[in-house]
């Protein structure tokens, strides 16, 4: 993402205390043929499009071969709504250049976001610079990650901009500034998915530093999840402190506000003593790998019972697991599910450990400080 806003004009640097300082292009930027690496983000090829649209230029996006396979195609249709040239291969993915003129209209537009919160989100963030703004509605069937939307619209206001909600399903962004300031980034709750499982696939306690008491972090559910599957939750001011006894209760529990938790709860399940089953997911399908899928496979592979739903996944106990090869699709998510269940199998061993990069490089030497600490 860094490298991303850098080629479109914007400064970021580090100071003498390793906070960002970003400065904003003072002038119109206009660049010439530009590439953009995605890697495997979903933020950097959903959010920058609609933004780098603002330039002068020919800019292409592209990614790791994985991205290649994820939907781009609200993204591309909405740049197309908006009055841009896009180029692409007509399959609704990664790669595709669009050519900017240095302004945006803005006005009405439809789109289908069933996919991904972050086809929306990419959109409201740019908006206040497009001329008139921008009037989003969301078309699809059911729309995913609700609280992401939620997440975009509170940073939006924080920087003085005006956005509104006529319906559940329309956004109204008005044109105008976006200001500066000093803000303080959140402890990433999703990330701490893992330590926290092994609180109640151990028994015992693991405590995350600075939890925020309001938040619009879907992270913060795992509160209610972990208590629901057994685990007990305490608050020592600014530090929140999860304990397992070992003993993990099945759940049910539509997971549509975020699919992110979706891996940690359901390598959970696969440890239960009763049988769980987690939905709201479908969307997961369209992630760095198919999920769902991906998920089933492994689970069955080391004698779970694991079955995939049209929007989920069923899992049913098993006395038959066995350690086994554990593969992670390059999706960092995967990895971390294989990690939790590899602390009560035996003989687990996760393919490629460096995907977990993408989110938290030093999930390593975190992990294995925390079994140091409890041996």
Same mark, same amino acid.
């Given at each position: 993402?860094?490298?991303?806003?850098?080629?479109?004009g914007t400064q970021i640097n580090s100071d003498e205390y390793g906070d960002l300082v970003i400065i904003p292009p003072t002038t119109d930027i206009s660049i010439s043929d530009v590439t953009i690496d995605c890697g495997?983000?979903?933020?950097?090829?959903?959010?920058?499009?609609?933004?780098?649209?603002?330039?002068?230029?020919?800019?292409?996006?592209?990614?790791?071969?994985?991205?290649?396979?994820?939907?781009?195609?609200? @993204?591309?249709?909405?740049?197309?709504?908006?009055?841009?040239?896009? %180029?692409?291969?007509?399959?609704?993915?990664?790669?595709?250049?669009?050519?900017?003129?240095?302004?945006?209209?803005?006005?009405?537009?439809?789109?289908?976001?069933?996919?991904?919160?972050?086809?929306?989100?990419?959109?409201?963030?740019?908006?206040?610079?497009?001329?008139?703004?921008?009037?989003?509605?969301?078309?699809?069937?059911?729309?995913?990650?609700?609280?992401?939307?939620?997440?975009?619209?509170?940073?939006?206001?924080?920087?003085?901009?005006?956005?509104?909600?006529?319906?559940?399903v329309t956004w109204v962004v008005e044109p105008g500034d976006i200001s500066g300031g000093e803000i303080t980034i959140e402890p990433d709750l999703s990330n701490a998915g893992?330590?926290?499982?092994?609180?109640?696939?151990?028994?015992?306690?693991?405590?995350?530093?600075?939890?925020?008491?309001?938040?619009?972090?879907?992270?913060?559910?795992?509160?209610?999840?972990?208590?629901?599957?057994?685990?007990?939750?305490?608050? %020592? /001011?600014?530090?929140?402190?999860? @304990?397992?006894?070992?003993?993990?209760?099945?759940?049910?529990?539509?997971?549509?506000?975020?699919?992110?938790?979706?891996?940690?709860?359901? %390598?959970?399940?696969?440890?239960?003593?009763?049988?769980?089953?987690?939905?709201?997911?479908?969307?997961?399908?369209?992630?760095?790998?198919?999920?769902?899928?991906?998920?089933?496979?492994?689970?069955?592979?080391?004698? /779970?019972?694991?079955?995939?739903?049209?929007?989920?996944?069923?899992?049913?106990?098993?006395?038959?697991?066995?350690?086994?090869?554990?593969?992670?699709?390059?999706?960092?998510?995967?990895?971390?599910?294989?990690?939790?269940?590899?602390?009560?199998?035996?003989?687990?061993?996760?393919?490629?450990?460096?995907?977990?990069?993408?989110?938290?490089?030093?999930?390593?030497?975190?992990?294995?400080?925390?079994?140091?600490?409890?041996?």
């Amino acid at each position: 993402m860094i490298e991303a806003l850098r080629k479109l004009g914007t400064q970021i640097n580090s100071d003498e205390y390793g906070d960002l300082v970003i400065i904003p292009p003072t002038t119109d930027i206009s660049i010439s043929d530009v590439t953009i690496d995605c890697g495997l983000a979903g933020t950097v090829m959903r959010f920058v499009p609609p933004m780098a649209a603002l330039t002068k230029g020919s800019i292409t996006f592209d990614g790791d071969e994985a991205a290649r396979k994820r939907p781009m195609k609200t @993204t591309i249709e909405s740049l197309r709504g908006l009055g841009i040239q896009v %180029a692409d291969s007509g399959l609704g993915s990664l790669p595709f250049t669009l050519n900017a003129t240095g302004s945006i209209s803005g006005g009405e537009l439809i789109i289908d976001a069933s996919a991904s919160s972050q086809f929306v989100s990419g959109l409201l963030l740019a908006a206040a610079r497009y001329k008139n703004g921008l009037t989003l509605h969301h078309s699809g069937s059911h729309l995913p990650s609700l609280p992401h939307i939620e997440m975009t619209i509170e940073t939006l206001r924080a920087r003085g901009v005006l956005v509104h909600q006529p319906d559940s399903v329309t956004w109204v962004v008005e044109p105008g500034d976006i200001s500066g300031g000093e803000i303080t980034i959140e402890p990433d709750l999703s990330n701490a998915g893992p330590f926290i499982a092994a609180a109640l696939v151990l028994g015992g306690s693991v405590t995350i530093k600075d939890w925020p008491e309001q938040t619009t972090q879907v992270g913060k559910h795992f509160v209610e999840l972990i208590a629901q599957m057994g685990g007990h939750v305490a608050r %020592a /001011g600014n530090d929140l402190t999860f @304990t397992g006894s070992g003993v993990i209760k099945g759940i049910d529990v539509d997971l549509g506000i975020g699919g992110e938790l979706a891996p940690v709860i359901i %390598a959970l399940a696969v440890l239960a003593d009763g049988p769980s089953r987690i939905t709201g997911i479908a969307h997961l399908r369209g992630h760095e790998t198919d999920r769902l899928a991906a998920l089933t496979a492994e689970i069955n592979a080391i004698g /779970g019972n694991a079955t995939e739903l049209p929007d989920g996944i069923q899992i049913t106990p098993s006395d038959h697991l066995v350690g086994n090869t554990w593969h992670t699709y390059e999706d960092h998510r995967m990895a971390t599910a294989g990690a939790i269940i590899g602390l009560r199998v035996p003989g687990i061993g996760i393919e490629d450990i460096s995907v977990v990069s993408k989110t938290m490089p030093e999930f390593v030497a975190l992990w294995t400080n925390m079994l140091e600490q409890r041996a």
